[in-house]
């Protein structure tokens, strides 16, 4: 037996979300979300990217698997029970906005709805698998976004309110851990998904985005300081996308820019999340970029009064940086921007891997802040085979996962407070940035295929075994 560095109690688990997997996207009251009018496929990609997507269906056009997902909704029961037999401590699910309050600002919530999220938590607690609960994962109700633009209207706090509210209230002695936003810091680079909306013009989308994350502040502070009030003991935190950013080299210009860019991209959501107040190069960038937040007497205090209890983040890439870039460079970085690193192979889908970059995230993360740290997302999208007897070995799902967790062991070692690792996808599920089932993530594969065929059915695959000997030994044996 190797030397255990992962504390007793560690949260080993899987992670999902409710507009990816669940399915049942018109049943029990449920309404429309974003993720519902978001076609499958990469024209997914151009429409997040684009100004002024009219969030229309197009069924003749397009198909949206979103609908279906992997029918979480009616087979629940059986999927937690794969979880289980894997030794899951944790479950990181979301709630979809819209099945409880079908068009988002009613003044009741849905019950069928919310019974339907009692029966997933008792099913949890049967196996003792504690839910981690996101609040808000893309899945702003389609009403919201029509009517009122998303997150740029100020009344969507109000909403958000009265939703968070409803959930600490329902699920008080069901969930003790909760996270606000997820991947709130993306906002700005892909405000469809995180803010609801599709930017008027190339020139108003950093104005409206900051404004819209502004709103998302204060909702998060006052959620988390409800969550306080409702249930005693409850642990609030915020989500990030985590990506370190690397200088291209030592020319001082680059090193530079490669610090600004981790400063705005890494920090700045995370330091109003747990300082509790907008970073100190925020007045500079936004004068430079003509950013004006319109604000409410007593948002800053609020905001001050509702920091988070622990910070969770997603980790799935580096990313390196230069100040000027040529054309031919220009595209050729990882999804979030930058270049292409030399030093770093890349998945099916371009997304680098670099294992250290998680052990860098998580010394940054915590040296900065000095708050439990939980890693909630982390995985390989990759395309998956079915071998003719049925099996389906991942051996480089295992390899990528093993060099992260062995990363995070490092992490640990050098002081990093870590509490908790949910790899993303547990389960295969609809891909958020392209709509794909293809690009498969889980331990456990899904029956189901981009051109709508499949039964839906359930395999273990080769790394099911392999995370259930991680859980079983506290990260040991790897």
């Known amino acids: 037996m190797k030397e255990q560095v992962f504390k007793d109690g560690f949260l080993w688990g899987g992670a999902t979300a409710a507009n990816q997997f669940e399915g049942g996207f018109d049943e029990g009251g449920r309404g429309l979300n974003l993720a519902d009018v978001l076609p499958g496929g990469k024209a997914r990609l151009k429409l997040m990217a684009s100004s002024g997507f009219d969030f229309e269906m197009d069924t003749e056009k397009y198909s949206y698997p979103n609908h279906e997902g992997i029918d979480f909704y009616h087979r629940y029961k059986e999927d937690i029970a794969l979880f289980a037999e894997m030794g899951f401590k944790v479950f ?60 740029k209207d100020r009344q969507l706090i109000e909403f958000f309110d009265r939703y968070a509210e409803t959930l600490f209230t329902r699920y008080k002695n069901k969930v003790k851990y909760w996270l606000t936003f997820n991947e709130i810091n993306g906002a700005t680079h892909m405000p469809l998904f995180g803010l609801g909306f599709s930017p008027e013009s190339p020139e108003t989308r950093l104005q409206e985005s900051f404004q819209g994350l502004h709103h998302q502040f204060v909702a998060s502070a006052r959620a988390v300081q409800k969550a306080h009030e409702i249930i005693p003991g409850s642990q609030v935190g915020c989500m990030l996308i985590y990506a370190p950013v690397y200088a291209f080299d030592s020319n001082p210009d680059n090193v530079m820019h490669a610090r600004q860019e981790a400063d705005l ?214």
């Open 92 to 151: 990181r699910m979301s709630i979809a906005w819209s099945r409880i309050f079908p068009k988002g600002d009613e003044l009741e919530p849905n019950e069928e709805g919310l019974a339907f999220y009692d029966r997933v938590f008792d099913e949890l607690a049967k196996y003792d698998i504690e839910p981690l609960v996101t609040i808000a994962h893309y899945e702003t109700p389609l009403h919201l976004i029509k009517e009122y633009g998303g997150w």
């Open 265 to 478: 991209f890494n920090f700045f959501c995370g330091d109003v999340h747990v300082r509790g107040g907008y970073p100190y190069f925020a007045d500079r960038y936004f004068n430079e970029n003509d950013i004006n937040i319109e604000m409410e007497d007593g948002d800053l205090e609020t905001i001050k009064a509702g920091t988070v209890d622990f910070i969770s983040f997603s980790y799935y890439m580096s990313r390196t940086d230069k100040k000027e870039k040529s054309a031919e460079e220009l595209g050729q970085g990882n999804l979030i921007g930058g270049v292409k690193n030399p030093f770093l192979e890349a998945s099916d889908w371009g997304w680098e891997i670099d294992p250290v970059g998680l052990r860098i995230a998580l010394n940054e993360l915590y040296g900065r802040y000095q708050l439990p740290l939980m890693i909630v997302e982390n995985g390989l999208g990759a395309y998956d085979t079915v071998d003719e007897d049925g099996s389906i070995n991942d051996d480089y799902r295992i390899d990528y996962l093993r060099e992260h967790i062995r990363e995070m062991s490092e992490a640990v070692k050098d002081g990093v407070d870590l509490i908790g690792y949910t790899s993303w996808g547990c389960i295969d599920l609809v891909s958020a940035s392209t709509g794909e089932y293809s690009k498969r993530y889980g331990f456990i594969y899904v029956d189901k295929h981009d051109d709508g065929s499949g039964t839906m059915e359930r395999k273990k695959k080769k790394s099911f075994d392999w995370y259930k000997q991680v859980i079983e030994t506290n990260g040991a044996e790897l």
